[in-house]
């Protein structure tokens, strides 16, 4: 019998190797679900979703189970270094013009702490101004919040005032506001449940605090460069970086959590980009721009030795006020710092107290671990009835400028002398309150005075009207109409009066005077606009780094 040979062109036998093989991968199991924990469950804070309990990674070894979609993977209080799966937090909101209410696309937004540090890095705002940001509250050990922490916001963009900025105070973010997302279940991978079969909805914060306005820098300001870089290191998060020495108003923005700056509005020229923060000293930069975005400004850290940055220390001496009377200090950047308005931002950490706490200085006292530069000593700065003496003819009461050195402890000589403040009772008795157009300036009557000097500023340092008035008898307050030029959409103002007496050799004393964070209203601010559609504006509204790091 002939055996006849067998030949296959070689086309078909590799498809019939291909079809053999795709046969045996179909007779494989597909592979598992990754395993998703429940609210209260222990889990791993690396954890990446989506690569836990994949085969393919190679060694066999499935991975840590990630949070289920809505929970996240937060630590638990108490000092351990536990975590545990709870209800995700957010905060939702928008940034819009404050005269127009148009949406404000690539502002940036930072959560703070109540120390005045950031929680997160930035979130870049879409087409519609929209954002995003993702927020970590510590635990019990089952899930739940262990803490009722509060936030305020940072926004930064091009051609706009920094908030908060000026006579202008951020509000705050409350825990105790958060709601179930209104979305509903949040879902990854094709799967909102559990191990136990459980959907979660994430927490959401979204209300009138989340939502900021910014106010448009004038005309001549309203250009410049972007310089951006990082600073490298633990505790540099919260760091006021300032582009100092090119004339004019001095940008600033903060080091966010993951270490990353951007300052918008630098003028073009030569700029000289600082960085301050208690317990940080860092290599000051030098940047020449001229319209265009400069990346990789480095700050370089010198030294977090407190023994190796400077130690200025003080006293103050409280009059005429009432008793237990307790009061705040903090140092300002003299860079930053705005002549009319008597203020500025404060970096973190250079306040005594320390905050969140409240006012506590009588006496003595002493900031610790302050980076070399120039500053501003402002005392009674904040709202605690009382305000720094106006009276110029005693020692104490001008508002001192120091020069600090790497190392030095430098000790002011003259104490500060504090008096009680002339109370505020409207607009903005506590906090900016919405007016008309003519709004009536009311506050305290001080007993003993010959007269008010009455000044209004806007939120960018300008005095917009000032006028003088007698003495008031036989009422507890000075009421005075606003008689200055009409009133700007969207902008801020604070009202400020100074009592005093004319001496016989005909020089002025000034008695008392409004407290500095007091007295504020706006009016007309624009609503945001609505039926904005964000699809397709290929901006991050969920964070991220917009330095090119």
């Given at each position: ?259 990353h700056y951007t300052l918008f509005n630098v003028p073009d020229g030569l700029s000289t980009i600082r960085g301050y923060r208690r317990g940080v000293e ?231 005077r409004t407290e500095d964070l007091r007295g504020v209203f706006v009016t007309g601010e624009a609503a945001p606009v609505e039926d904005c559609d964000p ?15």
């Amino acid at each position: 019998m002939r055996i006849r040979e067998l030949r296959v062109a070689p086309w078909a036998l590799w498809a019939w190797i291909g079809a053999s093989l795709v046969g045996c991968k179909d007779d494989e199991p597909p592979p598992e679900e990754p395993e998703e924990l429940g609210q209260g469950d222990p889990c791993d804070p690396n954890a990446e979703p989506g690569e836990a309990n994949d085969p393919t990674e190679g060694d066999g070894d499935d991975g840590p189970a990630t949070c289920a979609p809505g929970l996240a993977c937060e630590p638990v209080d108490g000092g351990t270094d536990d975590f545990v799966c709870g209800l995700a937090v957010e905060i939702r909101g928008l940034v819009t013009d404050a005269a127009d209410g148009e949406p404000i696309e690539g502002a940036l937004v930072a959560a703070l702490n109540e120390s005045g540090e950031p929680v997160t890095d930035v979130a870049t705002t879409d087409s519609c101004g929209g954002y995003v940001l993702p927020v970590s509250v510590r635990r019990t050990p089952d899930g739940d919040f262990a803490q009722t922490p509060k936030w305020t916001l940072f926004v930064t963009a091009q051609d706009y005032l920094p908030f908060p900025q000026g006579i202008r105070p951020a509000l705050p973010i409350d825990i105790a506001d958060a709601v179930p997302n209104p979305d509903g279940p949040a879902t990854t991978g094709g799967t909102d449940t559990d191990t136990d079969g459980e959907t979660h909805t994430s927490d959401v914060i979204d209300n009138a605090a989340t939502r900021v306005a910014l106010i448009h820098l004038p005309a001549n300001e309203a250009v410049g460069s972007v310089v951006s870089g990082s600073v490298a290191g633990e505790g540099v998060a919260g760091m006021l970086v300032v582009a100092e020495d090119a004339g004019g108003r001095a940008p600033y923005g903060i080091v966010d959590a993951g270490g990353h700056y951007t300052l918008f509005n630098v003028p073009d020229g030569l700029s000289t980009i600082r960085g301050y923060r208690r317990g940080v000293e860092v290599e000051a930069q030098s940047v020449m721009t001229s319209g265009t975005a400069v990346e990789d400004v480095d700050l370089p850290v010198i030294s977090t030795n407190d023994d190796d940055l400077a130690t200025v220390s003080g006293s103050l001496n409280i009059v005429n006020a009432p008793g237990g009377s307790q009061t705040s200090v903090v140092l300002v950047p003299t860079s930053v710092y705005n002549d009319l308005l008597e203020r500025g931002p404060v970096p973190v950490g250079l306040r005594v107290p320390d905050p969140p706490q409240a006012p506590d200085v009588t006496g003595q006292f002493a900031f610790v671990g302050v980076p070399s530069g120039s500053y501003k000593v402002l005392v009674a700065f904040e709202n605690d009835s009382l305000v720094r003496d106006p009276d110029e003819g005693i020692a104490g009461t001008a508002i001192l400028e120091i020069a600090v050195a790497p190392g030095e402890d430098l000790e002011l000589q003259d104490g500060f002398k504090v008096t009680e403040a002339l109370a505020v009772f409207g607009p903005g008795a506590d906090a900016p309150e919405a007016v008309d157009s003519m709004p009536m300036l009311s506050w305290a009557d001080d007993s003993s005075e010959d007269g008010y000097e009455l000044r209004v500023f806007d939120a960018l340092g300008t005095l917009v009207w000032e006028t003088e008035l007698p003495g008031v008898s036989g009422s507890d307050s000075v009421d005075v109409p606003y008689a200055g030029d009409p009133l700007l959409p969207g902008m801020y103002y604070q009202f400020r009066s100074i009592s005093f007496r004319d001496q016989p050799s005909g020089e002025r004393l000034y008695i008392s005077r409004t407290e500095d964070l007091r007295g504020v209203f706006v009016t007309g601010e624009a609503a945001p606009v609505e039926d904005c559609d964000p699809e397709g504006s290929g901006a991050d509204s969920t964070g991220g780094d917009t330095t090119g790091d």
